[in-house]
Protein backbone atom coordinates (compact mmCIF):
# COMPACT_ATOMS: atom_id res chain seq x y z
CA UNK A 1 0.00 0.00 0.00
CA UNK A 2 1.39 3.24 -0.76
CA UNK A 3 2.24 5.96 2.00
CA UNK A 4 0.16 9.09 2.18
CA UNK A 5 1.71 12.47 2.83
CA UNK A 6 -0.38 15.75 3.47
CA UNK A 7 1.19 18.40 3.08
CA UNK A 8 -0.13 21.71 4.45
CA UNK A 9 0.77 25.29 2.04
CA UNK A 10 1.16 25.04 -1.62
CA UNK A 11 3.42 27.73 -1.81
CA UNK A 12 7.52 26.95 -3.03
CA UNK A 13 8.11 24.67 -0.10
CA UNK A 14 4.58 23.01 -0.12
CA UNK A 15 4.30 21.88 -4.01
CA UNK A 16 8.48 21.03 -4.50
CA UNK A 17 7.50 18.52 -1.46
CA UNK A 18 4.71 17.37 -3.33
CA UNK A 19 7.10 17.17 -6.77
CA UNK A 20 9.58 15.28 -4.73
CA UNK A 21 6.90 12.60 -3.03
CA UNK A 22 4.87 11.95 -6.44
CA UNK A 23 8.65 11.17 -7.84
CA UNK A 24 9.29 8.58 -4.91
CA UNK A 25 6.11 6.78 -5.31
CA UNK A 26 4.36 8.59 -2.64
CA UNK A 27 0.85 9.92 -3.23
CA UNK A 28 0.76 13.42 -1.93
CA UNK A 29 -2.26 15.89 -0.87
CA UNK A 30 -1.58 19.24 -0.97
CA UNK A 31 -3.83 21.61 1.33
CA UNK A 32 -3.75 25.19 1.28
CA UNK A 33 -6.24 27.77 3.09
CA UNK A 34 -5.26 30.39 1.37
CA UNK A 35 -5.68 30.50 -2.87
CA UNK A 36 -2.71 29.33 -4.43
CA UNK A 37 -0.87 31.42 -7.08
CA UNK A 38 -1.23 30.06 -11.11
CA UNK A 39 2.37 29.13 -10.83
CA UNK A 40 2.15 26.44 -8.40
CA UNK A 41 -1.37 25.24 -9.70
CA UNK A 42 -0.25 24.42 -12.90
CA UNK A 43 3.14 23.00 -11.28
CA UNK A 44 0.66 20.69 -9.15
CA UNK A 45 -1.40 19.71 -12.37
CA UNK A 46 1.64 18.99 -14.61
CA UNK A 47 2.92 16.48 -12.12
CA UNK A 48 -1.16 15.14 -11.25
CA UNK A 49 -0.39 16.05 -7.50
CA UNK A 50 -4.37 16.50 -6.28
CA UNK A 51 -4.46 19.75 -4.28
CA UNK A 52 -7.10 21.81 -2.19
CA UNK A 53 -7.55 25.88 -1.58
CA UNK A 54 -9.35 27.59 0.31
CA UNK A 55 -9.85 25.68 3.08
CA UNK A 56 -8.49 22.19 5.07
CA UNK A 57 -10.93 19.13 4.74
CA UNK A 58 -12.19 17.72 8.17
CA UNK A 59 -11.37 14.52 6.84
CA UNK A 60 -7.60 16.00 6.00
CA UNK A 61 -5.83 13.73 8.12
CA UNK A 62 -7.78 10.20 6.99
CA UNK A 63 -5.05 7.63 6.12
CA UNK A 64 -1.96 10.12 6.38
CA UNK A 65 1.37 8.77 7.24
CA UNK A 66 3.31 12.03 7.87
CA UNK A 67 1.97 15.82 7.64
CA UNK A 68 4.67 18.25 5.99
CA UNK A 69 4.19 21.82 7.07
CA UNK A 70 5.45 24.75 4.94
CA UNK A 71 7.25 27.38 7.47
CA UNK A 72 5.11 30.11 7.40
CA UNK A 73 1.96 27.72 8.90
CA UNK A 74 2.46 28.27 12.38
CA UNK A 75 2.67 25.29 15.24
CA UNK A 76 -1.36 26.33 16.36
CA UNK A 77 -3.36 26.05 12.74
CA UNK A 78 -6.17 23.23 13.41
CA UNK A 79 -4.77 20.72 11.01
CA UNK A 80 -1.09 20.92 12.75
CA UNK A 81 -2.71 20.59 16.17
CA UNK A 82 -5.01 18.27 15.30
CA UNK A 83 -2.00 15.85 13.54
CA UNK A 84 0.16 15.92 16.59
CA UNK A 85 -3.00 14.57 18.58
CA UNK A 86 -3.29 11.89 16.36
CA UNK A 87 0.13 11.13 16.41
CA UNK A 88 1.02 11.92 12.92
CA UNK A 89 4.50 13.24 12.65
CA UNK A 90 4.97 16.90 11.41
CA UNK A 91 7.85 17.62 9.26
CA UNK A 92 9.51 20.61 6.90
CA UNK A 93 9.97 20.67 3.71
CA UNK A 94 13.94 20.40 4.63
CA UNK A 95 13.79 17.29 6.30
CA UNK A 96 11.89 15.50 3.98
CA UNK A 97 14.16 16.20 0.86
CA UNK A 98 17.30 15.31 3.06
CA UNK A 99 16.05 11.37 2.49
CA UNK A 100 16.13 11.98 -1.00
CA UNK A 101 19.84 12.93 -1.80
CA UNK A 102 23.80 11.77 -0.75
CA UNK A 103 24.74 15.98 -1.64
CA UNK A 104 27.06 17.48 0.65
CA UNK A 105 24.74 20.09 2.52
CA UNK A 106 26.29 23.62 3.88
CA UNK A 107 23.45 24.75 6.08
CA UNK A 108 23.36 28.36 6.81
CA UNK A 109 20.92 30.08 10.10
CA UNK A 110 20.79 33.08 12.31
CA UNK A 111 18.41 35.81 12.78
CA UNK A 112 20.34 38.71 10.20
CA UNK A 113 22.58 37.70 7.39
CA UNK A 114 21.59 34.10 5.97
CA UNK A 115 20.53 35.17 2.94
CA UNK A 116 23.90 37.09 2.47
CA UNK A 117 25.80 34.20 3.67
CA UNK A 118 24.40 31.02 1.85
CA UNK A 119 24.53 32.76 -1.53
CA UNK A 120 28.10 33.21 -0.90
CA UNK A 121 29.08 30.12 0.16
CA UNK A 122 27.03 28.99 -3.29
CA UNK A 123 28.90 31.73 -5.40
CA UNK A 124 32.29 30.20 -4.07
CA UNK A 125 30.97 26.54 -4.59
CA UNK A 126 29.90 27.72 -8.55
CA UNK A 127 33.26 29.89 -8.86
CA UNK A 128 35.19 26.45 -7.77
CA UNK A 129 33.22 24.29 -10.66
CA UNK A 130 31.36 22.24 -7.59
CA UNK A 131 27.86 20.94 -9.36
CA UNK A 132 26.30 23.33 -6.54
CA UNK A 133 22.49 24.52 -5.98
CA UNK A 134 21.26 27.38 -3.39
CA UNK A 135 18.23 25.99 -1.74
CA UNK A 136 15.85 26.59 1.28
CA UNK A 137 14.70 29.79 2.35
CA UNK A 138 16.32 31.77 -0.64
CA UNK A 139 15.95 30.48 -4.30
CA UNK A 140 14.13 27.23 -5.05
CA UNK A 141 12.72 24.92 -2.40
CA UNK A 142 15.58 22.11 -1.65
CA UNK A 143 13.10 19.54 -2.37
CA UNK A 144 11.78 20.49 -5.96
CA UNK A 145 15.86 20.62 -6.01
CA UNK A 146 16.18 17.28 -5.09
CA UNK A 147 13.42 16.03 -7.29
CA UNK A 148 13.99 18.06 -10.67
CA UNK A 149 17.98 18.66 -10.64
CA UNK A 150 19.60 17.43 -7.53
CA UNK A 151 23.30 18.60 -7.09
CA UNK A 152 26.73 17.19 -5.28
CA UNK A 153 26.36 20.33 -3.23
CA UNK A 154 23.79 22.31 -1.71
CA UNK A 155 24.05 25.81 0.43
CA UNK A 156 20.77 25.96 2.12
CA UNK A 157 19.26 28.60 4.10
CA UNK A 158 17.30 27.39 6.98
CA UNK A 159 14.91 29.77 8.94
CA UNK A 160 13.88 28.84 12.71
CA UNK A 161 10.32 27.69 11.05
CA UNK A 162 12.10 24.94 8.76
CA UNK A 163 13.98 23.94 11.39
CA UNK A 164 11.19 23.40 13.60
CA UNK A 165 10.30 20.38 11.65
CA UNK A 166 14.27 19.30 11.14
CA UNK A 167 14.32 15.71 13.52
CA UNK A 168 16.78 13.19 11.65
CA UNK A 169 18.54 15.76 9.38
CA UNK A 170 21.74 16.46 8.79
CA UNK A 171 23.97 19.24 7.60
CA UNK A 172 27.68 18.06 6.49
CA UNK A 173 28.47 21.76 7.56
CA UNK A 174 26.24 23.98 10.06
CA UNK A 175 26.69 27.81 10.36
CA UNK A 176 25.34 29.93 13.05
CA UNK A 177 25.17 33.61 12.20
CA UNK A 178 23.73 35.16 15.41
CA UNK A 179 20.81 35.20 17.76
CA UNK A 180 18.65 38.39 18.00
CA UNK A 181 15.18 38.46 19.03
CA UNK A 182 12.99 38.05 15.84
CA UNK A 183 9.86 36.14 15.51
CA UNK A 184 9.27 36.29 19.10
CA UNK A 185 5.34 36.37 18.20
CA UNK A 186 5.78 33.02 16.73
CA UNK A 187 7.49 31.73 20.45
CA UNK A 188 4.97 32.87 22.80
CA UNK A 189 7.64 35.85 23.31
CA UNK A 190 10.37 33.30 24.57
CA UNK A 191 13.38 34.18 23.56
CA UNK A 192 14.50 30.41 24.85
CA UNK A 193 12.14 28.83 22.93
CA UNK A 194 13.97 31.20 19.58
CA UNK A 195 17.27 29.99 20.67
CA UNK A 196 16.37 26.62 20.65
CA UNK A 197 14.74 26.87 17.74
CA UNK A 198 18.14 27.79 15.88
CA UNK A 199 20.08 25.17 17.93
CA UNK A 200 18.34 22.60 16.01
CA UNK A 201 20.95 22.93 13.27
CA UNK A 202 23.44 21.18 15.78
CA UNK A 203 21.46 18.39 16.98
CA UNK A 204 22.79 15.77 14.95
CA UNK A 205 26.60 16.63 14.41
CA UNK A 206 29.07 14.30 14.54
CA UNK A 207 32.64 14.31 14.69
CA UNK A 208 32.94 14.22 10.67
CA UNK A 209 30.40 17.22 10.31
CA UNK A 210 31.44 20.91 11.23
CA UNK A 211 29.98 23.59 13.35
CA UNK A 212 30.66 27.31 12.55
CA UNK A 213 29.66 30.37 15.18
CA UNK A 214 30.40 34.09 16.01
CA UNK A 215 32.44 34.25 18.83
CA UNK A 216 31.24 37.87 19.52
CA UNK A 217 27.46 37.43 19.70
CA UNK A 218 27.07 37.11 22.88
CA UNK A 219 23.80 34.90 23.04
CA UNK A 220 25.18 32.36 20.64
CA UNK A 221 28.54 31.84 22.92
CA UNK A 222 26.34 31.45 26.03
CA UNK A 223 24.55 29.01 24.81
CA UNK A 224 28.05 26.59 23.41
CA UNK A 225 28.81 27.08 26.99
CA UNK A 226 25.71 25.32 28.21
CA UNK A 227 25.61 22.57 25.48
CA UNK A 228 28.09 19.47 24.67
CA UNK A 229 28.65 19.49 20.74
CA UNK A 230 30.28 16.26 19.28
CA UNK A 231 31.41 17.92 16.18
CA UNK A 232 34.91 20.33 15.04
CA UNK A 233 33.93 23.61 15.72
CA UNK A 234 34.92 26.58 14.23
CA UNK A 235 34.63 30.65 15.31
CA UNK A 236 34.67 33.63 13.70
CA UNK A 237 35.09 36.95 15.46
CA UNK A 238 36.30 40.53 15.19
CA UNK A 239 38.40 39.95 17.48
CA UNK A 240 42.82 38.97 16.83
CA UNK A 241 41.77 35.79 18.59
CA UNK A 242 44.03 32.61 17.27
CA UNK A 243 42.22 29.25 16.92
CA UNK A 244 40.56 27.56 14.12
CA UNK A 245 37.88 29.86 12.60
CA UNK A 246 38.55 33.38 11.49
CA UNK A 247 39.51 36.59 12.99
CA UNK A 248 40.70 40.31 11.95
CA UNK A 249 44.57 41.68 12.47
CA UNK A 250 45.79 44.56 11.31
CA UNK A 251 42.88 45.00 8.64
CA UNK A 252 43.46 41.32 7.75
CA UNK A 253 40.85 38.41 7.84
CA UNK A 254 42.63 35.69 8.88
CA UNK A 255 40.51 32.01 8.18
CA UNK A 256 42.90 28.86 9.51
CA UNK A 257 41.46 25.53 9.16
CA UNK A 258 43.08 22.37 9.75
CA UNK A 259 46.26 23.12 9.13
CA UNK A 260 45.56 25.39 6.23
CA UNK A 261 45.42 29.58 6.88
CA UNK A 262 44.49 32.11 4.33
CA UNK A 263 44.16 35.68 4.48
CA UNK A 264 42.95 38.93 2.62
CA UNK A 265 42.96 42.75 3.48
CA UNK A 266 39.46 43.93 4.09
CA UNK A 267 39.40 46.90 1.63
CA UNK A 268 39.48 43.55 -0.98
CA UNK A 269 36.09 42.43 0.48
CA UNK A 270 33.12 43.35 -1.99
CA UNK A 271 30.73 43.84 0.60
CA UNK A 272 31.04 47.08 3.16
CA UNK A 273 29.66 47.31 6.55
CA UNK A 274 31.22 44.89 10.15
CA UNK A 275 27.90 42.76 9.32
CA UNK A 276 29.33 41.82 6.08
CA UNK A 277 33.24 41.56 7.64
CA UNK A 278 30.86 38.78 10.10
CA UNK A 279 29.16 36.82 6.68
CA UNK A 280 32.33 37.05 3.94
CA UNK A 281 34.11 35.67 7.65
CA UNK A 282 31.36 32.66 7.62
CA UNK A 283 31.34 31.69 3.86
CA UNK A 284 35.07 31.87 4.06
CA UNK A 285 35.23 28.98 6.95
CA UNK A 286 32.95 26.74 4.82
CA UNK A 287 35.05 27.19 1.69
CA UNK A 288 38.13 26.14 3.04
CA UNK A 289 36.11 23.17 5.03
CA UNK A 290 34.79 22.17 1.57
CA UNK A 291 39.08 22.09 0.15
CA UNK A 292 37.97 25.07 -2.35
CA UNK A 293 41.23 26.46 -3.39
CA UNK A 294 42.64 29.77 -1.13
CA UNK A 295 42.27 32.00 -4.99
CA UNK A 296 39.01 31.08 -5.53
CA UNK A 297 37.81 32.14 -2.02
CA UNK A 298 39.37 35.41 -2.01
CA UNK A 299 38.16 36.06 -5.44
CA UNK A 300 34.80 34.69 -4.82
CA UNK A 301 34.20 36.98 -1.61
CA UNK A 302 35.87 39.93 -3.30
CA UNK A 303 33.63 40.11 -6.97
CA UNK A 304 30.56 39.02 -4.82
CA UNK A 305 27.73 41.21 -6.07
CA UNK A 306 25.37 41.33 -3.06
CA UNK A 307 21.68 40.42 -3.01
CA UNK A 308 18.55 41.88 -4.12
CA UNK A 309 16.69 44.18 -1.58
CA UNK A 310 19.72 44.06 1.36
CA UNK A 311 21.32 47.46 1.28
CA UNK A 312 20.61 47.69 -2.42
CA UNK A 313 21.95 51.09 -4.07
CA UNK A 314 18.59 52.26 -6.69
CA UNK A 315 19.18 55.96 -7.58
CA UNK A 316 20.91 58.79 -6.42
CA UNK A 317 18.37 61.26 -7.02
CA UNK A 318 19.38 65.14 -7.46
CA UNK A 319 21.80 64.09 -4.99
CA UNK A 320 19.85 62.24 -2.63
CA UNK A 321 20.72 57.64 -2.84
CA UNK A 322 18.12 55.62 -2.22
CA UNK A 323 18.71 52.23 -0.83
CA UNK A 324 16.41 49.44 -0.70
CA UNK A 325 17.10 47.77 2.47
CA UNK A 326 13.50 45.38 2.47
CA UNK A 327 14.91 42.17 3.71
CA UNK A 328 15.53 44.12 6.68
CA UNK A 329 12.42 42.45 8.88
CA UNK A 330 13.78 42.88 12.84
CA UNK A 331 15.38 45.21 14.36
CA UNK A 332 19.02 43.73 14.45
CA UNK A 333 19.15 44.13 10.42
CA UNK A 334 17.93 47.91 10.65
CA UNK A 335 20.60 48.57 13.14
CA UNK A 336 23.18 46.76 10.69
CA UNK A 337 21.67 49.19 7.99
CA UNK A 338 21.58 52.49 9.75
CA UNK A 339 25.46 51.83 11.37
CA UNK A 340 26.67 51.59 7.77
CA UNK A 341 24.93 54.74 6.52
CA UNK A 342 27.76 57.34 6.32
CA UNK A 343 25.33 60.17 5.44
CA UNK A 344 22.37 61.60 6.97
CA UNK A 345 19.54 59.37 6.41
CA UNK A 346 15.69 59.64 5.88
CA UNK A 347 14.54 56.20 7.12
CA UNK A 348 11.53 54.49 6.00
CA UNK A 349 10.66 52.16 8.30
CA UNK A 350 6.91 50.33 9.54
CA UNK A 351 4.95 47.15 9.12
CA UNK A 352 4.04 44.36 10.74
CA UNK A 353 6.03 44.66 14.58
CA UNK A 354 6.94 40.91 15.59
CA UNK A 355 7.19 42.48 19.13
CA UNK A 356 10.40 44.55 18.27
CA UNK A 357 12.05 46.90 20.76
CA UNK A 358 13.32 49.72 19.17
CA UNK A 359 15.09 51.37 22.03
CA UNK A 360 18.07 49.88 20.48
CA UNK A 361 18.52 51.86 17.77
CA UNK A 362 17.63 54.94 19.94
CA UNK A 363 21.76 55.73 19.74
CA UNK A 364 22.06 55.36 16.15
CA UNK A 365 18.40 56.89 15.21
CA UNK A 366 19.81 59.79 17.07
CA UNK A 367 23.34 60.41 15.53
CA UNK A 368 21.94 59.64 12.10
CA UNK A 369 18.93 59.86 11.16
CA UNK A 370 16.91 63.56 10.64
CA UNK A 371 13.71 62.38 9.56
CA UNK A 372 11.42 59.20 9.85
CA UNK A 373 8.65 58.08 7.45
CA UNK A 374 6.59 55.61 9.31
CA UNK A 375 5.39 52.96 6.82
CA UNK A 376 2.62 50.81 8.10
CA UNK A 377 -1.40 50.52 9.35
CA UNK A 378 -0.36 50.81 12.72
CA UNK A 379 2.99 53.29 13.51
CA UNK A 380 2.13 54.06 17.01
CA UNK A 381 5.46 52.05 18.42
CA UNK A 382 7.46 53.77 16.01
CA UNK A 383 6.02 56.78 16.79
CA UNK A 384 6.11 57.02 20.09
CA UNK A 385 9.64 55.23 20.14
CA UNK A 386 11.14 57.68 18.03
CA UNK A 387 9.29 61.02 18.36
CA UNK A 388 11.44 62.66 21.08
CA UNK A 389 14.55 61.13 19.10
CA UNK A 390 13.75 62.82 15.83
CA UNK A 391 12.62 66.20 14.46
CA UNK A 392 10.53 65.14 12.04
CA UNK A 393 7.87 62.05 12.21
CA UNK A 394 5.57 61.09 9.50
CA UNK A 395 3.04 58.61 8.45
CA UNK A 396 2.36 57.22 4.82
CA UNK A 397 -0.54 54.76 3.95
CA UNK A 398 1.35 53.24 0.79
CA UNK A 399 4.88 53.03 -0.67
CA UNK A 400 4.33 55.88 -3.45
CA UNK A 401 3.18 58.21 -0.81
CA UNK A 402 6.30 56.83 1.59
CA UNK A 403 9.00 57.52 -1.25
CA UNK A 404 7.41 61.02 -2.26
CA UNK A 405 7.43 62.39 1.39
CA UNK A 406 10.81 61.14 2.13
CA UNK A 407 12.34 63.09 -1.61
CA UNK A 408 10.47 66.15 0.04
CA UNK A 409 12.60 65.46 3.45
CA UNK A 410 15.90 64.51 2.07
CA UNK A 411 18.20 67.00 0.90
CA UNK A 412 21.37 66.72 -1.07
CA UNK A 413 24.61 64.71 0.06
CA UNK A 414 21.35 62.60 2.20
CA UNK A 415 20.40 59.38 2.20
CA UNK A 416 17.08 57.55 1.74
CA UNK A 417 16.92 54.23 3.91
CA UNK A 418 13.97 51.49 3.34
CA UNK A 419 14.93 49.73 6.35
CA UNK A 420 11.57 48.44 7.87
CA UNK A 421 12.72 46.53 11.19
CA UNK A 422 9.03 45.00 10.28
CA UNK A 423 7.56 42.30 8.79
CA UNK A 424 5.67 43.42 5.30
CA UNK A 425 2.57 41.84 5.19
CA UNK A 426 -0.07 44.56 6.11
CA UNK A 427 0.48 46.40 2.59
CA UNK A 428 2.85 43.69 0.47
CA UNK A 429 3.16 41.01 -0.41
CA UNK A 430 6.30 40.08 1.08
CA UNK A 431 9.29 41.81 1.44
CA UNK A 432 10.37 41.53 -2.09
CA UNK A 433 6.79 43.11 -3.22
CA UNK A 434 8.07 46.01 -0.93
CA UNK A 435 11.48 46.40 -2.01
CA UNK A 436 10.03 46.44 -5.95
CA UNK A 437 7.72 48.82 -5.25
CA UNK A 438 10.16 50.95 -3.44
CA UNK A 439 12.51 51.26 -6.56
CA UNK A 440 9.62 51.27 -8.92
CA UNK A 441 8.52 55.17 -7.01
CA UNK A 442 12.22 56.13 -7.17
CA UNK A 443 12.27 55.49 -10.55
CA UNK A 444 9.39 57.72 -11.19
CA UNK A 445 10.34 60.45 -9.13
Not at 176 to 192: E, G, K, S, W
Not at 264 to 291: D, P
Not at 300 to 320: A, N
Request: include cysteine.
Amino acid sequence: MSRRIVILGGGESGSGAAILAKKTGIDPFVSDSGILKPLYRELLRRNSVKWEEGKHSDNLLEGADEVIKSPGIPDTAPPVLNARRRGIPVISEIEFAGRYTNAVKVCVTGSNGKTTTSSMIFHIMKKAGLNAGLAGNVGSSFARMVAENDHDYYSIELSSFQLDGMFDFRPDIALLLNITPDHLDRYNNDMQSYVNSKFRIVQNLGKDNAFIWCRDDMISSGEIMKRQLNTNLYSFTLNPEQGQGAYIENNKMIITTQNNQMEMTLEELALKGRHNVYNSMAAGIAGQLLRIRKEVIRESLSDFQGIEHRLEQVLRVHGIDFINDSKATNVNSSWYALESMNRKVVWIAGGIDKGNDYSVLSDLVREKVHAIVCLGKDNSKLLSAFKETVPTVVEASSMQDAVRSAYFLAKNGDSVLLSPACASFDLFDNYEDRGRQFKKYVREL
